[in-house]
């Protein structure tokens, strides 16, 4: 099998995760604070704004739905030193090859788990995690088991308190494929925001679409000052706008799920 993690040619201790020709992930063990791609940012930005503020006494849990490079489980532990984390990440062999070439630094917190999302949170103990980041493809798509009724449920299950649940899936306007996943979210949570590029918005190309549904009410205004300050600005809906997005789609089910769409050519 051909190495999926590859040095960065400019950055020295830098790698790339690629599945394929597709760069999944950006890893620099050096400075975990440096997130490369731009949904990354609006990732950390969104736990910065719902979590990661909390009580210095209070000890978060995180879960995460797919590993990758485990770019955004290196910065949560660089951001906020002691918190829990669980990685679910079925790829065994990808799992090795970080930890050889970039591994976790001592006393991370970080426990990677080789199991896929679905069996992950079904083992999960209910009301444990503070936060869980759906960021799982099977090359360019979503698997389609991550985002039906059932497994929303036991994302309900898992999570306790004010807790956050945040997905980042691909797909292209008219966008039924997150629509589904959006009305599944709206009936379980009852706060949703979602976000894009505005290319992606409009319907010029396809691209990542971040959704994040809470139990405490976001800082929406928060969110979007600091996106429009980042490098790629994301447009977002949140309050009654969010929850009208989904316009009455309703998620998959077990045994009728279908993956995210995938890019259709090289421009996307």
């Not at 930005?45 to 995460?64: F, G, I, Q, S």
């Not at 990685?87 to 006393?107: F, G, I, S």
């Not at 989904?246 to 890019?263: I, L, Q, R, Y």
Request: charge should be neutral; include cysteine.
């Amino acid at each position: 099998m051909n190495d999926r993690v590859v040095p960065d040619r400019d950055v020295p201790g830098a790698f790339w995760v690629r599945f394929g020709p597709t760069q999944q992930s950006f890893v620099d063990p050096d400075r975990p604070d440096f997130l490369l791609f731009e949904y990354v940012q609006h990732l950390a930005m969104l736990l910065d704004h719902t979590l990661l503020d909390a009580p210095a006494e209070r000890r978060l849990r995180v879960v995460h739905i797919g590993g990758a490079g485990m770019t955004l489980p290196r910065w949560v532990a660089w951001r906020r030193p002691g918190t829990a984390q669980v990685v679910c990440e079925p790829d065994v062999a990808l799992t090795e090859e970080v930890r050889r070439k970039a591994p976790l630094p001592p006393r991370s917190g970080i426990k990677v788990r080789d199991v896929d999302g679905r069996a992950g949170l079904r083992a999960m103990q209910g009301a444990w995690a503070d936060a869980v980041i759906v960021d799982a493809f099977d090359g360019a798509q979503v698997p389609g088991e991550l985002a039906t009724a059932e497994s929303l449920d036991d994302l309900r299950r898992v999570t306790r308190g004010e807790a956050v649940v945040v997905f980042n899936v691909t797909d292209r306007a008219p966008f039924a494929w997150a629509k589904r996943l959006a009305g599944g979210l709206a009936e379980r949570w009852p706060h949703l925001m979602v976000g894009m590029e505005p290319v992606v918005q409009k319907g010029k190309r396809f691209g990542n679409l971040l959704l994040c549904a809470s139990d405490a009410r976001p800082d929406a205004r928060g969110v979007e000052r600091e996106s429009r300050g980042l490098p790629v600005g994301y447009r977002w809906l949140s309050g009654r706008d969010a929850r009208a997005w989904p316009g009455g789609a309703e998620p998959f089910a077990d045994g009728e799920e279908e993956p995210s769409p995938g890019p259709a050519g090289r421009g996307w």
